[in-house]
């Protein structure tokens, strides 16, 4: 396969699995540019898409776009290309987040990349699920290949014990509080929401009704009820399970190249939970705010930053959600 014979239509299909990650609140907050004359991927973050409420330091922004990232090189290994990936290449540019080279054919002793092949089918079946869970337990040897599937990406995945679950969900309790009495950010998260046929039609961002799942009418799973205050004419209500199965994604320190190994390991977790036929939802609630978020970690733990929150289990899969158009988000030149 010849580096020079890239057609339009594989750059296009590539970004096209690339954008089926998460993101926050369904921003999207991302862009590409594919050169032609050296077969590179160019990654941006769209500061527009921001939320200087819910994530002043644009934490969360870099994981959604990392979280792209990391589907970008899963869709190239499987399309055959071997790939080399540099995170924030530029320091005079901070919103080039990482530079993606194709630079040959994929061979079955590559490696790293190599071995993303097997993920791929997981990246349109993974979908945020904010439906209930069951109480079975996830086997110990899922779990170890959730955190080992981290750990390939230099990020620690943890799952707490009894006690720490218990804390994160008191304050996951304590951020929904703040939240609802916080004007400024129940008005951003109303930005983000599509409630209504008319609002939900021809929009490509933000999370529709359809995806908000049951509201919560016992039990103590942490997902976030993007209605808020607002009634949903026919949404159901729902027991969700009392003992939720979480797990800590962390890192050492908490740097903007921090955030981008931690969403690439993130969506890594996410695709390998898929494929073992778990449901999966993002907890991020108490790390948006900074006097919560240092009391997420386990103290006992190496982990210095918690990044992201993951709430694991057996239940139905959520519904896809809107995408933007390609042409939105990747110039080719």
């Not at 993303?116 to 337990?137: D, K, M």
Request: net charge negative; hydrophobic share 45%; glycine share 6%.
């Amino acid at each position: 396969m010849s580096l020079h014979s890239i057609e339009t239509t594989t750059v296009t299909a590539l970004v096209e699995d690339a954008v089926a990650a998460p993101s926050m609140h369904n921003a999207q907050p991302w862009r590409f540019r594919f050169r032609r004359d050296d077969s590179t991927f160019l990654m941006y973050s769209d500061l527009e898409r921001a939320m200087p409420q819910a994530d002043p330091t644009t934490r969360g922004l870099h994981l959604g776009c990392a979280a792209a990232l990391f589907n970008l090189r899963v869709a190239a290994a499987r399309s055959g290309w071997a790939t080399t990936t540099e995170l924030l290449p530029d320091s005079a540019e901070p919103r080039l987040l990482a530079v993606v080279r194709l630079t040959g054919a994929a061979l079955a002793e590559n490696g790293v990349e190599e071995d993303l092949t097997p993920l791929y089918p997981a990246i349109r079946r993974r979908h945020t699920s904010r439906h209930p869970f069951t109480a079975e337990a996830i086997p110990q040897a899922i779990k170890d290949s959730l955190s080992a599937a981290a750990l390939l990406e230099g990020v620690r995945l943890l799952f707490p014990d009894v006690w720490h679950v218990h804390t994160l969900l008191e304050l996951v309790h304590d951020a929904e509080g703040r939240d609802a009495m916080d004007d400024a950010a129940s008005e951003e998260l109303r930005q983000w929401t599509r409630v209504g046929t008319a609002a939900a039609e021809g929009v490509s961002d933000g999370v529709p009704e359809y995806a908000f799942g049951p509201r919560l009418r016992s039990g103590r799973a942490p997902v976030r009820d993007f209605a808020g205050r607002r009634a949903v004419p026919g949404r159901e209500s729902a027991a969700f399970e009392s003992a939720p199965q979480l797990a800590v994604l962390g890192t050492a320190t908490d740097r903007p190249r921090d955030w981008l190994l931690a969403g690439q390991a993130m969506e890594r977790v996410l695709l390998q939970a898929t494929l073992d036929g778990l449901a999966t939802s993002l907890t991020s609630q108490a790390l948006e705010w900074p006097e919560l978020r240092w009391t997420v970690r386990d103290p006992l733990s190496a982990m210095g930053f918690v990044q992201m929150v993951l709430r694991l289990g057996y239940g139905p899969s959520g519904p896809g959600t809107p995408r933007r158009p390609v042409d939105e988000v990747l110039d080719i030149v």
